[in-house]
């Protein structure tokens, strides 16, 4: 199925407490996978998922403030290998209010090169379609 990108107002809704948690988040995150954590953090978002029901519709409210919120949290870190640390902070968010969406980490062969991003459907939440086309999925979680 083909990509597209879903479209929310950037920055719209983003407070500075919410755009301060989604890079807090992101910042944690971050630092876990620096320690060799990856595993561990998989495995809870996974259980995260599994733990509750997943109802809340991407286009309510709650949803496109976060949205909003990590648009504006990455204006605030270098992008270079932060694709999955806020991946995973941006999947798990979402999860914790009931959305439901998936992380997804591809890979590309020539040159060889790995990326995160989170969709719902084949909606790009936290990407440009384009860009993660170039990518084969090898996880969705």
């Not at 983003?14 to 948690?21: C, D, F, I, P």
């Not at 890079?23 to 320690?35: A, G």
């Not at 870190?77 to 998936?102: E, V, Y």
């Amino acid at each position: 199925m083909p990509l597209a990108e879903i479209t929310f107002e950037p920055h719209g809704h983003a407070t500075a407490l919410k755009v301060g948690r989604a890079l807090s988040s992101d910042m944690l995150i971050s630092w876990q996978l620096r320690r060799g954590r990856l595993a561990r953090l998989v495995a809870s978002l996974r259980e995260q998922k599994l733990a509750r029901p997943l109802s809340q519709a991407i286009a309510d409210l709650a949803p496109q403030v976060i949205l909003s919120s990590y648009a504006a949290a990455r204006l605030y870190r270098s992008p270079a290998g932060r694709c999955l640390s806020g991946s995973i902070a941006l999947s798990r968010h979402l999860s914790g209010i009931g959305c439901a969406s998936t992380l997804v980490i591809g890979i590309r062969a020539e040159p060889f090169a790995a990326h995160s991003w989170v969709q719902v459907d084949r909606f790009v939440l936290n990407d440009m379609a384009e860009e993660v086309r170039r990518f084969t999925p090898i996880l969705a979680l």
